[in-house]
């Protein structure tokens, strides 16, 4: 099925191979005043100030630039109100819901703008560790049957778990896409070459790039 092997290939809910010029330049500069006050389009402000802490925490501020820094955040949530198709909405949402809801519940809190940090690192860390191959493909398996009965139903259900790893994981995976797609990140902290000069068929990265990978 092409949907299934697509969703296995990407991990993700997002679907990002193609972003618009105009999306990814939300990202191109932290030396662009970073977003405050922000408010979503496609997220309601209390799960835009979530996932605001959850790319953070992906991506902190150390010698480089946080995810926020960079408009991560903004990006994830223009890109899923103007890229992604209804049943890609449809199903970030109800991955979102059960993630939260799992969140609120450990953390034994009634509402999102209550969580901290710690809340969110105790469920990343939960559903972000290594998957056997078996429970990775089990997870896709059921998403890509989830889909076909959508086409077919218009409706269906898919386990909580799953649901929740797939939240977790469509996050991680578009914050790190992003991030690096900014130019910040991109010419500065990746190894930038926008004009290729000399060919070195074999040598080490190290030698090549100080073990940094190639932004382009």
């Not at 077919?152 to 992003?178: K, P, T």
């Amino acid at each position: 099925m092409e949907r299934r092997t697509a969703l296995k290939n990407m991990g993700m809910a997002f679907g990002y191979t193609v972003a618009a010029p105009t999306l990814l330049g939300l990202v191109q500069s932290c030396n662009s005043k970073k977003v405050l006050d922000w408010t979503p389009d496609f997220l309601t402000k209390d799960e835009g100030v979530a996932v605001h802490t959850m790319v953070d925490i992906i991506l902190p501020k150390t010698d480089t630039p946080s995810a926020t820094d960079v408009n991560v955040h903004v990006f994830i949530d223009q890109f899923a109100k103007d890229v992604l198709p209804q049943e890609h909405k449809d199903f970030l949402k109800l991955g979102m819901d059960k993630f939260f809801g799992k969140v609120l519940t450990d953390a034994e809190k009634e509402t999102l703008p209550e969580l901290n940090e710690e809340d969110f690192i105790a469920a990343l860390k939960t559903y972000l560790k290594k998957r056997t191959k078996e429970v990775e493909e089990a997870h896709n398996k059921a998403i890509g049957e989830y889909f076909m009965a959508i086409e077919q139903n218009g409706s269906a259900v898919l386990d909580d778990e799953i649901a929740r790893y797939m939240f977790a994981n469509s996050i991680r995976d578009i914050s790190v896409w992003s991030y690096k797609s900014s130019e910040y990140v991109g010419e500065e902290v990746l190894a930038y070459l926008p004009i290729p000069g000399q060919y070195v068929p074999c040598d080490t990265a190290e030698a090549l790039t100080q073990g940094k990978a190639w932004s382009l």
